[in-house]
Nanobody
Framework: QVQLVESGGCLGQAGGSLRLSCAAS????????MGWYRQAPGKQRELVAT???????HYADAVKGRFTISRDNAKNAVSLQMNSLEPEDTAVYYC?????????????WGQGTQVTVSS
């Protein structure tokens, strides 16, 4: 079992910055891809950014050039630096990690952290 603890977020202003962090408990298993997703009210959860254990990144078009995902493999942690915030970034943000337990890959989700951007 892997537990994820998210921190950061809360309230930001348009044009400002926020940083989200997520730390996974030490499981003894290998963590593969890590990522951030978000869900705005009345909308489906959507991918924001992902990063492989080799450091390759992928971003949703809506956040390219504004958000940066990074990871610290030694700490089993992933962060999301959010710059040039827009009101449309308002959502609950979830981190997700893919854990290789040997015979399959399991996805674990964080509890979610609210990000609200005021105009």
């Amino acid at each position: 079992q892997v537990q994820l603890v998210e921190s950061g977020g809360c309230l930001g202003q348009a044009g400002g910055s926020l940083r989200l962090s997520c730390a996974a408990s030490r499981s003894g298993f290998s963590i593969n891809a890590m990522g951030w997703y978000r869900q705005a009210p009345g909308k489906q959860r959507e991918l924001v950014a992902t990063i492989t254990n080799g450091g390759s990144t992928h971003y949703a078009d809506a956040v390219k050039g504004r958000f940066t995902i990074s990871r610290d493999n030694a700490k089993n942690a992933v962060s999301l630096q959010m710059n040039s915030l827009e009101p449309e970034d308002t959502a609950v943000y979830y981190c997700k990690v893919a854990v290789d337990v040997g015979w399959k890959i399991l996805d674990y989700w964080g509890q979610g952290t609210q990000v609200t951007v005021s105009s």
